[in-house]
Each structure stands twice: as structure tokens, then as C-alpha cells.
């Protein structure tokens, strides 16, 4: 999975994209888009990330994310066995068709909450989850009727709980936005080899200072620590694969062994021949 602003597909008129247990938990995956979105996972016990929310959910979670709320993905780090779905919804079924029905007007303010980031428990947690992991097998039409019947079931409980105290803000023009998309383009693209900060302050077209500002405030991160981030979450797919170290070391950018493993220890809390052991047969 790239590491990008995620867009559906233009070319589809249906308000709804399903996907359908993605596997995304060797990724650091932190990333926005126009769609809202809908997770449930469960099977894990890992950390929820939504904006300038940051909290760990056990077993399960249910989360409606607003338009252009970044947010990490929900399985980083899992390493048990587990089962996620995810819905993207359109910004055009809330703008162009529920806001014209009455009918609707409580999906309407649900999907107005989400721009605070709502997560589900209780009873509604366990429904909803079911209905969701039975939209992979419907025809189109029962899953289209399905997902509105989703969305009903949320709009009606009040097991929820708001993750921002005031509605979440994309500060990000389409411009800034587009700066973003290059930069995460540019990192997918190079972590195989060495990215300096000059370069990509120069392909964003600000001085170096001003870059390393621009992105703190953008990512909370510092641009070799995101890029330490990727790197790792790429070395975990290599050792998963059964790289061996040194392999894996040069493989994901870095220059040195000692820097690697040094790195890997501060991003994982353990090293990469204790994540080898715990996860795979070799060494």
C-alpha cells in the first residue's frame, strides 16, 4: 500500500467503496482523504490516531472519520490475528443526496459529527461490525441498502464518544495538499535511497528552515523521523518475507548496519533480530 492522499476511484458513480480486510499493519500509514470513513476492526489491540486524537482501543473499534481527517491506520503495529473493514463514503452522497432528503436529515448529522471523529461501543460496536463483514458477499444493490442501513444504526445510538472537542480542520489548501502528495510520492517512490531534506524543500519550493516547519506542523513529525517511520515499516515486510538482516538493512535506504539497528529499536522498542525470532522461522 502507497503512502498518499487515498482518492476513490472518479470513475465510479457508487457513493460507497468497500475494503474488504486490508492488511496494512506492517505499514506506519498515516494519510487523509476527501472520503469520510468508516473502520472496524477487531482482534486487535493497538492505537487509535485521528487527527490530534491519540488513544488505545482492546479487542475492537468501530470509528466513523470525517472528510480530510488524517489518521493512521487502525492495524499498525497488530501482530495477532485480526479482520478489518473499511467503507469509504463520497462527500457527493452528503452534499448532493442526503442533505436534499428530509428523510435523511439524521444522516445528514451524523456524518456532520464525524467531523469531530466519533467512536462506537457498546451493542451498536457489535451490530454494525456484523453488518459490515457481511457487505463483501451482497450484490450491489444489497449492499448499497445495506450500507445506508449502517449508517441509520449510527445515526441512532448514542454509544459514542467524540475524539475532538471541536470539529477537526484540514488546514491544507488543495495547493498544500498537493505539496503533501508529492512528498509522501517522493518518499514511497525513494526510501530505497538516500532523501535529503535540501532536495525535498527544493521540490516543495520552500527554503530548508521553512520546510522543516511546514512538515512538523503537517505530519507531527520531523522528516527523518516520518522517513525512519516509512523505512522500518518497509523493513518488517522484508523480515517478514525472509530477508535477512543485512538485506534488509540496505534495502530500506539506510547506510549503515549500526544506524538500522539502532533506528529500528527506537521506532519498534525491540531489534530486528527480536522481531525476526517473534514473527518468522528463520534465524
Request: hydrophobic share 35%; proline share 4%.
Amino acid at each position: 500500500m502507497k503512502i498518499q492522499l487515498e482518492t476513490i476511484n472518479p470513475a465510479s458513480k457508487s457513493p460507497f467503496r468497500l475494503l474488504h480486510d486490508p492488511k496494512l499493519n506492517h505499514l506506519f500509514y498515516w494519510h487523509f482523504h476527501p472520503e469520510f470513513e468508516l473502520v472496524y476492526i477487531e482482534g486487535a489491540n493497538a492505537t487509535r490516531h485521528v487527527g490530534n486524537h491519540i488513544s488505545q482501543f482492546t479487542s475492537s473499534d468501530l470509528v466513523l472519520i470525517g472528510s480530510n481527517i488524517p489518521h493512521l491506520n487502525f492495524d499498525h503495529g497488530v501482530t495477532t490475528s485480526y479482520r478489518k473493514e473499511v467503507l469509504h463514503i463520497k462527500p457527493f452522497f452528503k452534499d448532493n443526496f442526503i442533505a436534499q432528503m428530509p428523510e435523511l436529515q439524521s444522516l445528514e448529522r451524523l456524518l456532520e459529527l464525524s467531523k469531530y471523529g466519533l467512536a462506537f461501543s457498546g451493542s451498536t460496536k457489535k451490530e454494525v461490525g456484523e453488518l459490515l463483514k457481511e457487505l463483501h458477499l451482497l450484490p450491489p444493490f444489497e449492499f448499497f441498502m445495506q450500507s445506508i442501513t449502517i449508517l441509520k444504526k449510527l445515526a441512532q445510538s448514542k454509544e459514542f464518544e467524540l475524539l475532538h472537542t471541536k470539529p477537526y480542520k484540514n488546514r491544507y489548501s488543495k495547493k498544500e495538499q498537493e505539496r503533501i502528495r508529492q512528498i509522501y510520492a517522493l518518499i514511497d517512490e525513494r526510501y530505497q535511497n538516500k532523501i535529503t531534506v535540501d532536495e525535498v524543500a527544493e521540490l516543495c519550493n520552500l527554503t530548508k528552515p521553512a520546510f522543516c516547519r511546514y512538515f512538523k506542523k503537517a505530519t507531527g513529525n520531523t522528516f527523518v523521523s516520518f522517513l525512519n517511520q516509512y523505512r522500518i515499516s518497509q523493513a518488517k515486510r522484508l523480515l517478514l518475507m525472509g530477508k535477512n538482516i543485512s538485506e534488509t538493512c540496505y534495502e530500506c535506504g539506510f547506510e549503515s548496519l549500526s544506524y538500522f539497528n539502532r533506528t529500528f529499536k527506537k521506532v519498534t522498542e525491540e531489534n530486528p533480530s527480536e522481531f525476526k525470532k517473534r514473527h518468522t522461522s528463520f534465524e
